[in-house]
């Protein structure tokens, strides 16, 4: 079942781009995750065609949200997005 819109960090948890719900709130609170280029609280909705760029330490990706779902199985998650970019930062 497709939603109009979700939370941050349940789009990640469901989309499997981080693995637990509490780590994608714990990523957006210390100001790691913006949307179309405006940083992101977990509680931010998502919407389809929405830009994420989340920084996994020295690591920052950036994908384009394609579906929302409520659940999802492990092998159609990665339908949920399309990685735009993937690039390493040395701090």
Request: hydrophobic share 35%; charged share 35%.
């Amino acid at each position: 079942m497709e939603t109009a819109s979700m939370r941050l960090d349940k789009f990640l948890k469901v989309s499997r781009l981080i693995k637990r719900r509490t780590l994608a709130k714990e990523v957006a609170d210390q100001g790691r995750i913006q949307i179309n280029g405006v940083q992101a609280k977990a509680s931010s909705n998502v919407k389809v065609g929405d830009e994420l760029t989340i920084r996994f330490g020295q690591k920052v990706v950036t994908a384009k949200v394609e579906s929302l779902k409520e659940s999802t199985r492990k092998e159609d998650a990665a339908q949920m997005y399309t990685i735009i970019s993937e690039t390493r930062v040395n701090e």
